[in-house]
């Protein structure tokens, strides 16, 4: 059974950073595309960075030069570092993890940027 696991949400003043978490079990994680998505409220849900199995990456342009998509194959755990928090980047936090044509998503993380 194929399971992600995010953690690492939460309320956060504007500037301020969070790193989010996201460990999968069932799958050879390594060999997987890694993406980091978010949806506020009322929105749809966009991909904020990714990062491939070779180690290519891209970024929403809302947060370049401002989140950071890492992962530690080892721990089967993809991360996302996000510094200078602003108010935009308040939603909800989803992993997902996709080879070809198969995928899976995590339950999703939430984080609130306010003061």
């Known amino acids: 059974q194929v399971q992600l696991v995010e953690s690492g949400g939460g309320l956060v003043q504007p500037g301020g950073s969070l790193r989010l978490s996201c460990v999968a079990s069932?799958?050879?994680?390594?060999?997987?595309?890694v993406d980091w998505y978010r949806q506020a409220p009322g929105k749809q849900r966009e991909l904020v960075a990714r990062?491939?199995?070779?180690?290519?990456?891209l970024y929403a342009d809302s947060v370049k030069g401002r989140f950071i998509i890492s992962r530690e194959n080892a721990k089967n755990t993809v991360y996302l570092q996000m510094n200078n928090l602003k108010s935009e980047d308040t939603a909800v936090y989803y992993c997902?993890?996709?080879?070809?044509?198969?995928?899976?998503w995590g339950q999703g993380t939430q984080v609130t940027v306010s003061s």
């Open positions: 990062l491939g199995r070779f180690g290519n990456t």
């Open positions: 997902n993890v996709h080879y070809i044509t198969t995928g899976y």
């Open positions: 069932g799958i050879t994680f390594s060999i997987y595309d």
